[in-house]
């Protein structure tokens, strides 16, 4: 198994590489939707061979009849975990095969970001998840000005932390030098809505571009 363990997270995650496995980044315009244009896992360490590498072999190695046996044993002693820190549930077979991996191990709390819920046979999978008392799926917005989607958990993108709304949990990681700390938000299943604070040159030069337009 090849686990990422990005530097702000507390946890591990299981990724696949960006935009191409993300169906959902895609707008009606056949473009790409703001918050995936500006996405920082097309940026800066993501494009290193090396980092690509390992998410090109999780797009394969998901296929394995054994996955997900060995993803149970592979989370033996995680009590976090975060599935996408990029890509996404780009197949329907592979949402099965996590909700499975999501059921066998309830010591571990699961967090799936997602865009896969705009198509109705991902949604009835990531409903039966967020039945499990261990999983969190959050649906991602495309905005990058806080706009939100309809969900039980959902996140959004906000220019800066004085753009958040009522209602909303603004992610403090930008307090912490991009780091979640002892932060556990994301997987709170009493956190609604999570505001991320727009971050990285690429995101922030987007919004910048979208404000003078306005």
């Not at 363990?5 to 009606?28: D, F, H």
């Not at 949604?123 to 806080?146: C, H, K, Q, W």
């Not at 958040?164 to 700390?181: F, I």
């Amino acid at each position: 198994m090849k686990l990422s363990k990005a530097g702000k997270m507390p946890c591990r995650s299981w990724s696949l590489q960006a935009i191409e496995t993300c169906p959902g980044s895609i707008g009606s315009n056949g473009e790409l939707v703001d918050a995936c244009a500006g996405c920082y896992a097309t940026t800066a360490n993501y494009r290193f061979p090396n980092v690509k590498a390992v998410r090109a072999h999780n797009k394969t190695d998901w296929k394995r009849s054994e996955w997900v046996s060995d993803m149970v044993q592979e989370l033996d002693n995680d009590r976090y975990f975060r599935w996408f820190d990029s890509g996404d549930v780009y197949d329907v077979r592979l949402a099965r095969k996590i909700l499975e991996v999501m059921t066998l191990t309830p010591w571990c709390s699961h967090w799936l970001p997602t865009r896969m819920h705009k198509f109705a046979k991902f949604r009835r999978v990531f409903i039966a998840m967020e039945t499990l008392p261990n999983v969190v799926v959050r649906y991602s917005s495309d905005s990058v000005s806080g706009g939100i989607v309809k969900g039980r958990h959902t996140s959004t993108i906000i220019p800066t932390p004085n753009d958040a709304r009522s209602g909303m949990t603004v992610c403090e990681a930008y307090q912490r030098e991009g780091k979640c700390g002892t932060c556990r938000a994301c997987w709170n299943k009493d956190t609604k809505v999570i505001a991320y604070p727009a971050h990285g040159v690429k995101m922030n030069r987007l919004i910048t571009v979208k404000r003078l337009a306005a």
